[in-house]
T-cell receptor, first 114, second 109 residues
């Protein structure tokens, strides 16, 4: 692995189903982030983690949860998907927490909720 | 509220120069980023400015004026591969990034 990987690449999901988006980085970065990107809007932060074992809420956390059991993995869970969660989801990481460090992005997961 | 404004779309000619502007109103300021995002791909880092002035990096330069809440990204000697969206993001008082919606740059031969 080199950088950040995300899985799945794309997914079509029925409303009400539970879904976990996976994110793994091999750069030993402390901080990790989940964003959603919708047409006409900027990237919006869902949740973040400044270091393993800690998480925080971003701008649009409702309906999503995260965990950070170790440095490398930062899964995002939709407990009960709704159509408004249709979006492209990007995972990112930075060497240190705090918005003055370059963020490296994964390739994204395109999620459609019907 | 916090706000980042960028033009939605710009068109330029191969070999020319283009300037993409970004204005911001945020609670606090800890630097401004520019990222490039090709269609269907992830954003990639271009530049970071925290002090006023111009930072040059090859064909790309980024300018910041903190007093005016203004930045621009200057792309010289445009190439077809520069066709992409350019995202402006500001680190606010909580060190969280506030992102603009991006400027789609179309390069014509």
């Amino acid at each position: 692995i080199a950088g950040i990987t995300q899985a799945p690449t794309s997914q079509i999901l029925a409303a009400g189903r539970r879904m976990t988006l996976r994110c793994t980085q091999d750069m030993r970065h402390n901080a990790m982030y989940w964003y959603r990107q919708d047409l006409g809007l900027g990237l919006r932060l869902i949740h973040y983690s400044n270091t393993a074992g800690t998480t925080g809420k971003g701008e649009v956390p409702d309906g999503y949860s995260v965990s950070r059991a170790n440095t490398d993995d930062f899964p995002l869970t939709l407990a009960s998907a709704v159509p408004s969660q249709t979006s492209v989801y990007f995972c990112a990481s930075s060497s240190l927490a705090g918005g003055i460090n370059e963020q490296f992005f994964g390739p994204g997961t395109r999620l459609t909720v019907l | 509220g916090q706000n980042i404004d960028q033009p939605t779309e710009m068109t330029a000619t191969e070999g020319a120069i283009v300037q993409i502007n970004c204005t911001y109103q945020t609670s606090g300021f800890n630097g401004l980023f520019w990222y490039q995002q090709h269609a269907g791909e992830a954003p990639t880092f271009l530049s970071y400015n925290v002090l006023d002035g111009l930072e040059e990096k090859g064909r790309f330069s980024s300018f910041l004026s903190r007093s005016k809440g203004y930045s621009y990204l200057l792309l010289k000697e445009l190439q077809m591969k520069d066709s992409a969206s350019y995202l402006c993001a500001v680190s606010d008082s909580n060190y969280q990034l506030i992102w603009g919606a991006g400027t789609k740059l179309i390069i014509k031969p």
